[in-house]
Structure formats: C-alpha cells, structure tokens
C-alpha cells in the first residue's frame, strides 16, 4: 500500500488526557439516529433512549420534529406520555406546555412561569427517513443553530432528490468506533474477503474536524477467475471511499472508477447501546430518477448496493462479535486506522458524556 499525502506514525496520538476513541464513557457532539421518521406521525410524541439519554421526540402540527430531554421540570414526569399542542408538548401531569427548545410556555394554574421551567431541548434534524438528533441544547432558531453542521451528506447527491432505502437494523458486541474501522481495514480485504487489491490511500480531514474521508483505489488482480472476471465486467480500476462523521457515521461510496456501473452510495449510522453492544441501521442511498424506467434504475441501484453490503457483512460480523481491540502491534498497511483513531480523539465529547471524563477533557 502506498500513502499520499503523508506516512503517519503507526502509532496513536497519546496527547489525549480521555481519549473519545473506544471509550464508552464518552459520546462525541454529532448526529445519532433516534428512530424512523414513519415512527413519528403528525402530533404524536415517542419516548427514545440514545447514547444513555432519555429523551422524548415530538412531531408538531407543523410536521417539524423536535426533541428534548424526557423529563418534565416540574416533578419529573416523562412528556412523552403527554400530548402535542400545536408545536409544544404538554406534559400529562399538570399540563404545563414546553416548545421545541424546552421552554415552558403555559402552566394552566398560574400565569407567571418560573425562569426555572425549562428543559434540554436538541438539535433535530429528519434526513434519508429517520430522526437524527445532536447531543447540544437549542437556544435559538433556527432549529439547528446549535449543531455545527447538518447530518452529513455525500457530495455527489448534494442537492439532488434521493431515495433512500433503509435495511434491517443489526448488532455488534463492540464499541462503534471499531465497527467503523472495517470499511478501511486494507488487510481484511484480502485475509477476509479474498479481495487481492493492492490499495492507495488517499485522505482528507474537512475544516470542520468532524468528518474525514478516506480513499482507496487499487487496480484490479487477475491471479484467479473470479478477479479475472470482475476485471473484464468492471475495468482495470476500482476504488471506494469511506466518509466518517462524528465518529458515529460511515458513508460509503463504492464502485468508483470501475467502467459500466454507477457510484453506489449506503450510509452505517452507529449508535451505543446501554449494554456496551453497537446497533448498525444500514441506510442504501440513490439519486431519484424521473420516469418508470428512472424508477427501476433507481431501484434496481438500491438493491445492487445491498447485495454488494450482503457479501460481505456476513464475514465481517465473526471478527466484531469477538474481539477486544488493542493495536499493540501495527504495520505500515495499518496506516488508515491510525488516521481514523486519531481523527476520532481529535473530536469533541458531548454533554452526554459521562460527567467524570467529560471534567478531565474540558479541563
Ligand atoms: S410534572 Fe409535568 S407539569 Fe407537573
Ligand atoms: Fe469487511
């Protein structure tokens, strides 16, 4: 494997007094999926656990949806058992009404509201069919103000129509950062997949410090007749890119540079489980196309994305259900997880963090 544009050290950053990287004691600021966007008709709440917070979701009457933490700062009782008023929740003990920033706008006994009737509203976005929510309170519109950036996208369908086509959802008994670490894993490509592809890599950390691409591109072996057979459909080339976001999103861009077939695009949202387990919604993505024929292109893009995701989950799931990641020993074709390891300790833990590596980072 050759690098470009430098040869990292093959060892980790150690600067870091917590690192973010495999700790599940810390959850980076970023985009986590919270549920479907079908989960969440007009005016209707639902109660959510992600990254270790309770929180309740709402759909206002305005179709927007809203999140905030779950519990009522009256007396604690979980919203998500009230109702929707308009584009408030009222709480379903004493009714007291909340906006989507977690400020209390009506208590029905009195007409004064105590300074101190307030709840953590967040950052809510809905995107490729799901509700995405960011661990930073909202403090003012619009409604992501406090996230840095919108959930990720990939460049080549910014601003086009997409459908996007999501998949069972599936579980690893390890933290997300080391499921993430497959798609740029080069030596299980071929010790695993059986894919001799001398890789080039290629990366990019964007200004933001939040999402890293990492390219590989190789030219296709032709030592056995599966390879030779992939050569003369596809072409001499291959490559494949992996965004990460957050630490907590994978999109995968794969079939680059091969002849006949389009980029095939699938997103991994990640998200910690209470149990030290990873939930994976796998996420197919493809521009809309006008027409029947469109339609079927488009379709028929989804379900070749899958059957490529198909053929190679399978193996890679022994290796995430039994492993204890420890990279005492890593050799130069291991330079993309050194690239990634640091570029997720480099992120920012969120207020969702446990408060004791939350105190040593900050500091
Ligand atoms: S507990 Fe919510 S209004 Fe009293
Ligand atoms: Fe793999």
Redesign the pocket.
Known sequence: MTLSPSRPSLVPDDDMTVPVFNNWNVVAAGWYLACASHELKLRQTKSVRLCGQQLVIFRGADGQVRSLHAY??????D?SI?RVDGNQIR??????AFDGEGTCRD?PCQSAIPTRAHTQGYATEEKYGFVWVYPEAIRATPRQANAPEPVVEFDELRGHDIVALPDRPLERACHHHICMMNGIDAQHLQTVHKLNIEMQLEMQEHDSGTVMDFTLRGEFPQTNRRERLMRSVLGDRYAYTMRYAHGCLGLLTIMKEVKRIPNLHMIYAYTPLDNQRTRIQPIYIARKRKGLLGHLITYGLLYLTRACYYFLRHEDGMIYDNIEFNPRTLLPIDAPIVHYMNYVNRLTPSGWSKPSSRTDQID
């Open positions: 009522c700062p009256h007396m604690g009782t919203l009230g709480c379903f003990f004493h009714h007291w208590i």
